[in-house]
């Protein structure tokens, strides 16, 4: 096998040196700047280089709450900083470079909190160690406290009775100064909206039942039971009734015959009418033409040519009726002093029976507010309307005699714990008052072809029909 010779190229100019191999060379250069970069194998250590497998037992998993991980992520520097560390371990070729520190401006508060030089600065530190001491203090007493489990947390206290000299029963301390000075003195004082304490209605939570609705209930509680039920009813009765002879009952029913008469009647009114009117407007047209030509003739030979509208005359009073006038004013108003005084003789004479009427009217309209308080005041423990529906009373659960077993394996169940639940919290104002709906029925979505995929001379008409056959076979 012949070796190839290596060809000798002429270096007699600078283009004939480009054309030479330096890939060696290069490669070498590189090689070199990355020991210089990372450091070479043989200064680094075994422990670097060489890694001992020993399977370790399986640690658990700790799992970092959301401001532990924000911690950690807050000390790793920021991804947007990463290209401008410097990674490589070349060595400054300066060796004395001039490096200036840029003062800040202002006071370095951190340097002053790490190394105090200052007294008051050092006192700072000593105070903020003590007060870190009390709080850690506060919190391992409260970790070891057994909380008390007969309290009544829904209890409404007073923070004014554990903290002496702050409630004054003279009222010389107001509320309001009483809570700031209990936070100025560090008591945890949290002001609750009366809104929150004030009742919005009387429900209770929980209605024991009536004591018909037993199982084996006795004769006179399951009379009552009924005769309440039959209340109930018989108002819902009447109510209707009264709702149909307000409504439908008023109007009285007649034959499909008469109906298409008085609408014919309706329809056609003032038709004959109008042609009386027209016949009469031609004769009283014809009748003012004539009489209109011989007034022209007579206007003609007898006066001259008056306008339609005649000139206004201005006529101005005289003295002597303005004068009558005044007069007529003065003894006007001399009649109306009169009797105005003769009223005021007339009412202090008759004093006592107005103090009566005033009284009265006092009285009536004392009545009055009394009574728009009261419905006021039930209005406040009425169920409010929260939504577009009105709550009413549920029906109440009965058994008649024959349903009635004695025990409670054969008993028919009526009610449901859930609903009358739900009903309470209606009630109560929990919750507004809803209507079961049911399922809701998808709607139908027509569906046609695309212009794009119809066949060509396919029309909408021929496709209907053909849907519409379609249609009829899948019937039969």
């Known amino acids: 096998m012949s070796v190839q010779k290596k060809k000798r190229i002429s270096k007699k100019n600078k283009s004939a040196w480009r054309k030479t191999d330096i890939n060696d060379v290069e490669e070498y250069l590189e090689e070199q700047r990355q020991e210089e970069r990372i450091g070479s194998f043989t200064e680094k250590a075994d422990q670097e280089l060489f890694k001992v497998d020993v399977i370790p037992a399986e640690p658990k998993k700790k799992i970092l709450t959301e401001k532990q991980k924000r911690k950690l992520n807050a000390k790793k520097p920021l991804r947007s900083f990463q290209s401008l560390e410097n990674t490589s371990k070349v060595q400054d070729p300066i060796v004395k470079r001039n490096i200036v520190k840029q003062k800040k401006s202002g006071r370095n508060i951190e340097d002053e909190v790490i190394n105090p030089t200052k007294p008051r600065h050092i006192q700072a530190n ?21 909380p008390d489990t007969n309290k009544d947390i829904w209890a409404e206290e007073d923070f004014r009775d554990k903290i002496p000299g702050l409630k004054d029963e003279k009222g010389w ?12 003195m560090g008591m945890p004082v949290f002001k609750v909206h009366d809104s929150i304490r004030h009742k919005t209605t009387k429900a209770k939570k929980f209605e024991a039942p009536h004591p018909g609705t037993s199982y084996n209930p006795s004769l006179d509680d399951h009379l009552s039971l009924i005769s309440n039920v ?9 109510e209707e009734k009264h709702l149909k002879r307000v409504t439908t009952k008023m109007f009285s029913k007649v034959t499909p015959e008469e109906r298409d008469l008085q609408h014919l009647k309706e329809m056609s009114a003032g038709m004959d009418d109008d ?86 009217e006092e009285e009536e309209l004392k009545e009055l507010m009394k009574r728009r308080r009261k419905t006021e005041f039930k209005k406040k423990f009425e169920p409010k309307r929260l939504g577009r529906l009105k709550y009413n009373e549920p029906d109440q659960d009965v058994l008649m005699p024959e349903d009635l077993t004695g025990n409670v394996r054969n008993i028919k169940t009526q009610t449901s714990l859930l609903v009358d639940r739900f009903k309470n919290f209606q009630k109560r104002n929990i919750l507004p008052v809803s209507v079961a709906t049911g399922k809701q029925k998808a709607p139908k979505i027509k569906r046609f072809p695309r212009s794009s995929h ?10 209907r029909e053909q849907r519409l056959a379609q249609k009829k076979l899948n019937v039969v």
């Open 173 to 184: 301390i107001s509320k309001e100064l009483a809570t700031y000075h209990a936070q100025t």
């Open 454 to 463: 119809k066949e060509p001379g396919v029309s909408h008409q021929m496709l």
């Open 230 to 238: 039959v209340d109930k009813e018989e108002k819902i009765i009447k």
């Open 275 to 360: 042609d009386d009117e027209n016949e009469n407007e031609n004769g009283d047209e014809n009748e003012e033409i004539d009489s209109k030509t011989s007034t022209k003739n007579d206007s003609h030979s007898t006066s001259s040519y008056s306008t339609p509208n005649p000139p206004v005359e201005n006529k101005k009073k005289t003295k002597t009726v303005r004068n009558k006038e005044l007069r007529q004013k003065e003894l006007q108003k001399k009649l109306e002093a009169k009797k105005a005084l003769k009223k005021q003789t007339a009412d202090l004479n008759r004093i006592k029976s107005l103090k009566s009427e005033v009284i009265a």
């Open 126 to 146: 000593e105070d903020s160690a003590k007060t870190y001491a009390k709080v850690e203090e506060k919190l391992k007493k409260r970790a070891t406290k057994i």
